[in-house]
């Protein structure tokens, strides 16, 4: 059985802990909206992808995306509840999505965006009854589905942009290396 490096461990959990502090400020920020312009809301919910893109972008390893989410969803659960895990690993499923529909054989760009526009569309949808979007006009209702789409796609962009920052530092060369086994 091999092992999994700890510079990938690492690597996720500063990931992770950066992502939860950015995510403080967006849960804020998309509170104060919801309470008061709920359709704007959702003009934020691209940071929520953020974390997973970059982990799955520069480190290009299974479930890197959910780990980093559980990280983050840990960094908000003391200024929140521990439902930030769940609300942070359902925005984290969605970026890993296309690559696990392919097992991981491919890390093509396009594949971020893919898992965008699917988490861009179906946020709105599942979450249909918190925002009354069945009480909304046609027009209303496709600018909110829209708003939320081209959000989540900003987020993904900003991700890949990090991530690939990261990378041509020599971030990513660490985290992929493996470890050598111990001597002995």
């Known amino acids: 059985m091999s092992r999994v490096p700890t510079v990938y461990l690492l690597t996720c959990a ?5 992502g939860g502090i950015l995510l403080i400020g967006g849960w804020l920020l ?3 909206l919801f ?3 709920p359709f704007a809301s959702v ?3 691209g940071l929520y992808v953020i974390p997973a893109v970059i982990a799955l972008r520069l480190l290009r390893r299974p479930l890197a995306g959910l780990l980093v989410g559980l990280i983050a969803g840990l ?5 929140y509840t521990v439902s930030a895990v769940a609300t942070t690993l359902f925005w984290s499923f969605f970026p890993e999505l296309p690559f696990l529909l392919t097992l991981y054989r491919r890390w093509a760009t396009w594949m971020h965006y893919a898992g ?3 988490i861009g569309v179906a946020y709105p949808l599942l979450a249909a009854q ?3 979007l069945w009480s909304m006009t046609v027009p209303a209702l496709l600018a909110f589905l829209a708003l939320c789409l081209v959000s989540c796609l900003a987020g993904t ?3 890949i942009l990090i991530a690939d920052r990261l990378q041509s530092a020599g971030v990513a060369r660490l985290a992929r290396r493996r470890e050598a086994p111990a001597a002995g």
């Open 75 to 79: 960094v908000l659960t003391p200024f």
């Open 43 to 45: 003009a934020i919910a």
């Open 30 to 32: 998309s509170l104060g």
């Open 130 to 132: 918190s925002f009354d």
């Open 157 to 159: 962009w900003l991700g």
């Open 14 to 18: 500063a990931i992770g802990v950066a």
């Open 35 to 37: 309470a008061t312009v």
């Open 116 to 118: 965008a526009a699917v």
